[in-house]
């Protein structure tokens, strides 16, 4: 694929990975649409060079009518990468079902109102590409992931899924997951992040990965390495390997 010239919708940019990922494909020549809630700071993030779709990904209706809108402004939609994500620890001693609501009706349910918003132009012109933006962190579970790393798992499931569906449709579909990426998200974090690489670094990984076409896109190489081996490792020796792991001091 040709980034120059492709019309692509980035989700979730108003910052962080997205933000990145919108600027950089800009840089390659794409004509950009991007969303997220915070209109100031996507007016901040286009510089007039992009087109701004204000959304909250978990209203359904108004998602579908971005994913309009986006069209009618690009004259079609070539990629839609979908990257809204929000992220919170989970505290087993205290137990909160908000969390996880928040996080399934942003990670899970902001993908799927996001698919419904593109996939029917796209099967109807036979071509297109749908990019997830999961994460490493649903290979297995980690701890305080309990909220992110089930959301992060299901839209890795839900992108295999529609591949399979999709495979003869003319629709490609492609999951992308990062490993630790430096964004507002992850500062808040009081834990070790190994191989943790910048935002811009992230969206360089990812638009290659968009021009290249690939199914999956995994990265940094030693994070990608590490979890990939970790589904290997039976469940029990998982857990207590992690276990321990987590009551080190973090540095």
Known sequence: MRIAGSRIWVTGASSGIGAALARELEERGAH?????????KLDEIADGKMHVEPLDVTDREATVAAGA????????????VLNAGAWDQVRVSRWDSSVFRQHFDVNL???VHCIEAV???MLEAEKGMIAGVASVAGYRGLPNSEAYGAT???QINLLESMRIDLRKRGVQVQ????GFVKTEMTERNTFP???IISAEEAAKRMADGIAKEKAEVVFPLP???MMKAARFVPVAPWAGLLARAARKPSC
């Open 32 to 40: 950009v649409a991007i969303s997220a809630r915070r209109k100031e």
């Open 69 to 80: 809108a986006i069209r009618a402004h690009l004259g079609g939609l070539d990629v839609a």
């Open 109 to 111: 349910m902001g993908t």
């Open 119 to 121: 996939l029917p132009a």
């Open 152 to 154: 992060k798992a299901a």
């Open 175 to 178: 999951t992308i997951c990062p």
């Open 193 to 195: 992040m190994p191989f």
């Open 223 to 225: 994070m990608m390495l």
